[in-house]
């Protein structure tokens, strides 16, 4: 799914409404009754419920779900409004809504006044209009509302954030949403690394706008659902042989720090790979044998073997960074031509030596945490530039960077975007990264593309962790193993 700029968004709505046709009332009807849906499955109609609505139409698709609450039986309700001259679908709806529940939103009400702590707010100021960043008594408002409890959500976008003017954000004047029920296709501010975190969680709603305006939009930013995960998966065949899903090379681990190397191995063994060798520490061969005895081991030294047997490769989990480890990694990133997965300690030494880059080629993937992504681009914190300096990274090196978080962006080699939000909480620890690292790898060594490889392991990563929390119970208490042994059930998932 393509993500579109703002200019895009309004394009989409005019472009609707003119060939559909569809009145913009009517289309505002339409996403009314999305978020109606989203309500009804989610929020609990005895919530007493608080409508912050604006005077542009952001505003009035508050005012209209306040209709369909209030006729859905959420009889809590109150509508607080900022003026009462607005766009004409605003004040369209202002009249078709009862007076008892309306309300002027005065300067320091949010602050003065009792709210009961399980109420709901909903912010319905401002959406895809804002033009600039919040001011005056607006900047109030979203600060007092950001200090009370509750649960918050957004229509279509938290009040405060410019859809795709990161750099102009300011992050303390931004409404802080739970939920943000966005219209159609996610807004490039929902899912930027610096700005995401606003969202909470981000729901996609479909209110029909025009396919082909879809269609025919250009944009290098696109996001994925799993529901695009299904057509990727290649079935395994009957008469097949472990030739046919290739051997993959690990080049992982360090007396100390064995754990990350065999979460990335078994997580590659069960992505689908045929073969899988571990080039290791001659003294972690017994540790290894008992956890993951279909390992091939192969003893560490500071040349690299022959590699012509392997389809990918996997460098960086648990390797340390000593330097036999270095002169081993530099050879290979040298020599090797093939799909190749640089991750943790592999990412350190680059960023260490610069100067390795000069091999890059389209066949690299660099899968770096925040952390790792500043030092890899020498930076001292992540700004809202970050995204377009990982752009520039990659395009100036020709290589693949998969940026980790809660919300994932993969920028290919021409600068194109792909966001992914697969993830869970039970991910936000250690072992997480080792086990995503395997599994693209041994996608790689099946022959999916460097694409596909990245969407189906964060895919299969972040469903096997669903079905771990579901499992256990808590994402508290899931554990990379227990997230390994939901692999194949996450396979069978999509
Ligand atoms: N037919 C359509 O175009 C549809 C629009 N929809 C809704 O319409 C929204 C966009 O509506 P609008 O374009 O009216 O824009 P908004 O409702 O986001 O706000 C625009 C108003 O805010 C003012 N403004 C902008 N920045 C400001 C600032 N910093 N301080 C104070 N005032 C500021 C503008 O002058 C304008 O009056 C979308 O986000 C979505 O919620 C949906 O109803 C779907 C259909
Ligand atoms: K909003």
């Known amino acids: 799914m393509k993500i ?136 109030e408002w979203i600060y007092q509302i950001n200090e009370r409890s509750g649960t918050k959500v957004s229509i279509d976008l938290p009040s405060g954030l410019m859809g795709d003017a990161i750099a102009q954000t300011d992050l303390l004047r931004v409404f802080k949403a739970d939920y943000t029920l966005t219209f159609q296709y996610p807004k490039l501010a929902l899912v930027h690394p610096y700005t995401a975190a606003l969202a909470g969680q981000l729901e996609v709603l479909d209110i029909g706008l025009h396919p082909d305006y879809l269609q025919s939009a250009e944009s290098s930013y696109s996001w994925m659902s799993l529901a695009d995960i299904q057509s990727i998966i290649k079935p395994r065949k009957k008469h097949s042989y472990k030739g046919d899903y290739g051997h993959a090379y690990l080049l992982a681990g360090s007396p100390n720090t064995m754990g990350a190397a065999l979460i990335a191995a078994e997580a590659c063994a069960r992505s689908g790979a045929g073969l899988l060798s571990l080039n290791t520490a001659k003294e972690t061969f017994r540790a290894c044998n008992s956890r993951l005895p279909e390992l091939m081991l192969q003893e560490r030294s500071s040349h690299a073997p022959n590699l012509e047997a392997y389809k990918a490769i996997l460098c960086g989990p648990g390797l340390g960074q000593d ?159 227990d997230i390994l042994k939901q692999i194949g059930k996450a396979y069978a998932s999509f």
């Not at 607080?80 to 300067?107: M, W, Y």
């Not at 993830?423 to 790689?444: E, H």
Request: charged share 20%; glycine share 10%; proline share 3%.
């Open 323 to 481: 330097e036999g480890v270095n002169s081993l990694l530099a050879e290979l990133l040298q020599n090797w031509q093939g799909p190749m997965v640089l991750d943790a300690d592999a990412l350190n030494l680059i960023a260490k030596n610069p100067s390795y880059l000069e091999w890059a080629n389209e066949n690299w993937i660099l899968t770096p945490h925040p952390g790792e992504f500043k030092r890899l681009l020498g930076l001292n914190q992540l700004g809202p530039d970050q995204l377009d300096l990982g752009i520039e990274y990659c395009r100036k090196h020709q290589l693949n960077l998969l940026l980790k978080g809660s919300i994932s962006v993969f920028i290919e080699s021409d600068g194109h975007c792909t966001f992914y939000d697969f993830g869970t909480s039970a991910l936000a620890k250690g072992g997480s990264g080792d086990l995503l690292a395997g599994l693209i790898c041994g996608l790689l060594a099946q022959g999916y593309t460097i694409k596909d490889s990245v969407s189906l392991g964060l895919a299969l990563q972040g469903r096997a962790a669903q079905l771990a929390e579901r499992e256990l119970g808590s994402a508290h208490a899931v554990l990379s193993s």
């Open 4 to 139: 579109l700029s703002i200019s895009q968004t309004q394009a989409a709505d005019r472009y609707t409404i003119e060939h559909e046709p569809i009145a913009s009332l009517d289309l505002m009807e339409r996403a009314a009754q999305a978020l109606l849906v989203w309500f009804l499955q989610n929020i609990d109609p005895a919530r007493p419920i608080v409508l912050l609505c604006g005077k542009g139409n952001n505003g009035g698709d508050g005012l209209a779900l306040a209709r369909l609450l209030r006729a859905n039986g959420y009889w809590d309700l109150r509508v607080f409004l900022v003026d009462h001259k607005g766009s004409p679908d605003f004040e369209a709806n202002l009249d078709r809504l009862g007076k008892d529940i309306l309300q002027e939103l005065l300067q320091d009400q949010l602050k003065q006044e009792h709210f009961p702590a399980d109420i709901v707010w909903v912010d319905a100021l401002f959406g895809s209009g804002l033009s600039r960043v919040l001011e005056g008594r607006y900047a």
